[in-house]
Each structure stands twice: as structure tokens, then as C-alpha cells.
């Protein structure tokens, strides 16, 4: 008998889907040991939705559960979880119907072996790196002797009295102002960073600024780790000491700051000189000045009396007359050597001038004058020649021409007959007819005539013309 066959009693307690998880669903919300539990795991595919939930894996060697920690409850996170982050979850079992899978619902989560705070300390401190507020080529020194000392500490606390006191005995001339702030707390990070900005707007200017407080836990000390009060130190105008809690506590002010000192009284040694210290510094640089001193005299002394052995200072007129004796003899040689190149320039040219004196000019013109007719007259005999050569063949050519020329045939006794307008030349007599008036042309001129009539036969014959002139 299989399922389908079984009686209707049993056939009833068939149901759907929805019903099967809403069932496990109570099940699971229903069991002490699914609720308020805490789960031990390493975070994997996690994803911060931009509704602000947060949706991630948590699993170990053997096996993994999905979770949801929703944004009204990880907004409250001391820290950012990331994957591959060892964490404790506290939360409930609970069962995504649409879906049919079960989860883990989170209410609260922290780091597994490291605490919330120190992982969202070292998060934000390498954040901070890498903007470069922690760069070592930002620090400034510390002015040497500071007139106005800028504090900001709790105004009821034991630091504050330990820096006015160190800076009473040590550099009294300092004066110190007191920027009050809290240094414990959750309100404590905005009064810190007011009490810089009020430091920051003081005029005239403190010369250095001390942010102390006395020791406490990471949490009692937390203020000088939020970020607001990192960038406020970062931004200072101002070197800045920081001196909170004691040596072994460092927090990310110590790493803005541009110096860190163990203890706030070691910050008002740091910022301020010692004025026993200045004495014995001033003695040493009296001492040394009087020593100098006294080297500068003895050195001028012995200058003054080597110089006074010179002979230039027993005896000045004899230098200068030996100066201008030398300016003479410098006077000398500048006109010697003026004068010298247009002495040799004029020797040249008496030299040029003898050298022509001796060539005899006259004969050699002669002899280019003889030279010169002859050519002359090579060059006429040889032209004559050529322009008789020249004109009988020009003589030869105008037969030539004259023989071709029409004009010479109308001599003999012909004539050319032209229309009427004398521009075409008529060369048969079919085109005349008796009464068409035509031109002759004769060897010395052009004759009009009038066709009076035709002879002769037709048919090839020559035909003959009678004018009227």
C-alpha cells in the first residue's frame, strides 16, 4: 500500500509547502536552544546591501548556516566585518518561508579573540595611513622657547595641574591656556575638537598645543581614538604633543600628533625648556662669546701690529711714488704702441711706391696699343667678308622669291578676275553671266568690267567672254 492509497485519516495530513516551512518555522523559534544563541564562525560571501542589511556566511571546517543582520542593528557596530573575519553572532534560528531555508537572524556581532573596539581601532587607524595623516614628513618641531602653551584636557583633572606645574618650575615665562574639554565618555570626542578649534581661532596664536589625559582602559581612552578628534589634531596649525594615558596606551592622536610623550608631565618637559638648563646654556654661550671675543681682539691685535711693520703704512708716499712711476712707464709703451703699426704701415707704402717708379709703364702701353689695332682690324676685314657673303645669298633668295611672285606673271601681260567685291577669285566662266559686273586684276592695278555676252561651245569647249571695260 503505497501513500496514495492509505486511508482518509491519514490523507488529511497532507500539506502544502507554505504549511511544511510554516511548521518548521515554529519548530525552530520555538526551541530555547535556537533562541538567544551565540555562534562561533568565519565570515565568507558577506555583502552590505544598500538598504543597509547586511547579508553574509558564517562557517567553519565542516559546515556553514547564512545569516542576516539587519541595518537597524548593525548600525550600532564598533567595527566593519569583512570576509574571512572570525566573529561571535548572537541572534536566533529562524526560517526564510519564501525561500524554505533556514538562517540565522543576528543581533549582535563581535570579533572572535580581538575585541570590537581594537578591531575598529586597527581599522581606522590603517585608513587614516593611508590617507598620509600619520606620515612622518607632516611632523613639525616643537618651537624652542614657547610663549603661549595651548591645553586641552579636563579643567578638574590631575593633568592639567601636572603641566602647569612643570611648566611653573621649568619655563615660567610660558603662559599656559586652558581649552577645557571631556576626555572620557561618549561625549567626550566633540568637546575635544571644540576645545582645538577654540585654540586654533586664538589670537595671537599659542605656540604649541599638549591634548592630555591621565590613564585609563581602551575604552576610557577611546575619545582620542574617534576620528573626528584625529583629523582635529592632523589639521593644526600649531605642533602638536599628545599625552594620553601612560606610555604603554597609544592611541591614534599619539599617531596625528606631531610628538607623543608617555605622560602629560613629560609633554610640559617636552614643550618647554628647563630654565636651570637655560642658565647653564647661556653661561656656556657667555663663555664661548667671551671667548671669541677675546680670539678676535688678539687675531686684530697681531694684524694690526704685522700691518703696522709694512712698509706701505711707515713709509705710504714711497708706494706712491713707485705707482707712478710705474703709471709713467705704462704711458710710455701705451703711445709706443699706438705709433709703431703707422710707421710700418708707411714704410710699406714708400716700399710699393719705389717698387713702381722702376717698371717701365711707357713701353708696355705702347705695346698694348699695337696689340689693340691689330685686332681691330682682323675683326673689320673678317666682318666685311661675312656681310658679302651674306648679301649674295640674300640677292639669291630675292630671285627666287620674285620668280614665285603672282605679280610677276600679271606683268607678262595676265589677269586675275575677281567678283564683284574683288575677294574671291573667279577661276571658270560658268560663273559669269552676261551683265555681272567683275574685277581684273593687272600687274599695276584692278580694272571693274561688265560680261557683255559668252562664245564659244558648250560641253568642255573654251568659252569666250566679251566685257565691257
Not at 595671537?204 to 574617534?226: A, C, H, Q, T
Not at 671667548?291 to 704685522?306: N, P, Q
Not at 559669269?432 to 600687274?443: E, T
Amino acid at each position: 500500500m503505497n501513500a496514495l492509497t492509505r486511508p482518509a485519516a491519514e490523507a488529511e495530513a497532507v500539506v502544502t509547502v507554505t504549511e511544511l516551512n510554516r511548521r518548521i518555522k515554529e519548530r525552530l523559534e520555538s526551541d530555547p536552544r535556537l533562541i538567544q544563541c551565540r555562534v562561533v564562525g568565519e565570515i565568507s560571501n558577506f555583502k552590505h546591501h544598500p538598504s543597509g542589511h547586511m547579508y553574509f556566511t558564517l562557517k567553519d571546517e565542516t559546515s556553514r548556516i547564512r545569516a542576516v543582520m539587519f541595518s537597524s542593528r548593525n548600525r550600532r557596530l564598533q567595527f566593519q566585518p569583512e570576509d574571512g573575519m572570525r566573529v561571535i553572532a548572537f541572534g536566533s534560528v529562524g526560517v526564510f518561508e519564501r525561500d524554505g531555508q533556514y538562517q540565522l537572524y543576528v543581533e549582535d556581532l563581535e570579533p572572535d579573540g580581538l575585541g570590537a573596539l581594537y578591531v575598529r581601532y586597527e581599522q581606522l587607524r590603517q585608513r587614516l595611513a593611508q590617507e598620509g595623516l600619520f606620515a612622518p614628513e607632516r611632523k613639525r618641531p616643537l618651537p624652542r622657547f614657547p610663549l603661549r602653551v595651548g591645553v586641552v584636557t579636563s579643567p578638574t583633572g590631575a593633568v592639567i595641574r601636572d603641566i602647569c606645574t612643570t611648566i611653573e618650575r621649568r619655563y615660567p615665562l610660558a603662559r599656559v591656556i586652558l581649552a577645557p574639554a571631556q576626555v572620557q565618555g561618549p561625549d567626550a570626542a566633540p568637546t575635544i575638537v571644540r576645545a582645538l578649534e577654540i585654540l586654533y581661532a586664538l589670537e595671537p596664536r599659542v605656540d604649541v598645543i599638549i591634548v592630555g589625559r591621565g590613564g585609563g582602559s581602551l575604552e576610557e581612552l577611546w575619545p582620542f581614538n574617534e576620528e573626528m578628534v584625529v583629523r582635529a589634531v592632523a589639521r593644526s596649525p600649531v605642533p602638536v604633543v599628545s599625552a594620553v594615558g601612560h606610555e604603554t596606551d597609544v592611541t591614534l592622536c599619539d599617531f596625528a600628533a606631531d610628538v607623543r610623550a608617555a605622560t602629560p608631565t613629560a609633554a610640559a618637559e617636552l614643550v618647554c625648556p628647563h630654565q636651570a638648563e637655560l642658565r647653564a646654556y647661556l653661561e656656556q654661550a657667555s663663555a664661548r662669546a667671551r671667548k671669541a671675543a677675546l680670539v678676535k681682539v688678539s687675531w686684530g691685535r697681531e694684524r694690526l701690529l704685522d700691518l703696522a711693520g709694512r712698509p706701505a703704512l711707515r713709509d705710504p708716499t714711497r708706494i706712491i711714488a713707485v705707482r707712478r712711476q710705474l703709471v709713467d712707464y705704462m704711458e710710455t709703451r701705451v703711445r709706443e704702441a699706438q705709433r709703431r703699426p703707422i710707421g710700418l704701415r708707411r714704410r710699406a707704402l714708400a716700399d710699393l711706391e719705389r717698387r713702381l717708379q722702376r717698371v717701365p709703364l711707357g713701353g708696355a702701353i705702347q705695346g698694348r696699343r699695337r696689340d689693340l689695332m691689330r685686332l681691330e682690324h682682323q675683326v673689320r676685314s673678317l666682318t666685311e667678308r661675312q656681310l658679302l657673303v651674306q648679301s649674295r645669298k640674300l640677292e639669291g633668295v630675292i630671285g627666287k622669291l620674285e620668280a614665285l611672285n603672282p605679280l610677276a606673271v600679271l606683268r607678262r601681260g595676265y589677269g586675275v578676275i575677281l567678283d564683284e567685291d574683288g575677294r574671291s577669285v573667279l577661276t571658270s566662266a560658268q560663273s559669269l553671266s552676261p551683265g555681272k559686273r567683275i574685277g581684273i586684276r593687272m600687274h599695276d592695278g584692278t580694272v571693274e568690267a561688265e560680261v557683255k555676252g559668252r562664245g564659244g561651245g558648250a560641253g568642255g569647249r573654251v568659252e569666250q567672254l566679251r566685257l565691257d571695260l
